[in-house]
């Protein structure tokens, strides 16, 4: 048995255990990974302002136009801006929205 122990080659897992210390290369791609990531989230997040400042101007050029049917914009705008702001990964506004939703749009959870 000793013998066998003596010649035995490591296997494919053993020598990526040994080789598990990340080179210089792996530091920098996961650092750049990183900054890619904040920058896609920030520039996600500055895109969904936009589409809120917009939404504001179209709200101040429509409203005084509409009367009574601007609760039907506003209800479908916030759809719209939960839909975007989970598409952009907003998560503050996605909560702060459903908030908003159930409190003037609430689900009937008695459906018996």
């Known amino acids: 048995m000793p013998e066998q122990e003596q010649n035995k080659t490591p296997t494919?897992?053993?020598?990526?255990?040994?080789?598990?210390?990340?080179?210089?290369?792996?530091?920098s791609a996961a650092e750049l990974g990183k900054l890619l990531e904040k920058?896609?989230?920030?520039?996600?997040?500055?895109?969904f302002i936009w589409v809120i400042?917009?939404?504001?101007?179209?709200?101040?050029?429509?409203?005084?136009?509409?009367?009574?049917?601007?609760?039907?914009?506003?209800?479908?705008e916030l759809v719209f801006l939960?839909?975007?702001?989970?598409?952009?990964?907003?998560?503050?506004?996605?909560?702060n929205l459903n908030r908003i939703m159930n409190k003037y749009f609430p689900r009937n959870e008695d459906s018996d």
């Open 39 to 47: 920058e896609r989230d920030r520039r996600n997040e500055e895109r």
């Open 53 to 76: 400042v917009a939404t504001v101007f179209f709200d101040a050029s429509i409203f005084p136009n509409v009367g009574l049917n601007s609760l039907f914009f506003i209800a479908l």
């Open 82 to 95: 939960l839909w975007f702001a989970e598409k952009c990964g907003v998560d503050s506004v996605v909560i």
């Open 12 to 27: 494919d897992l053993e020598q990526l255990k040994a080789d598990s210390v990340p080179s210089p290369s792996d530091n």
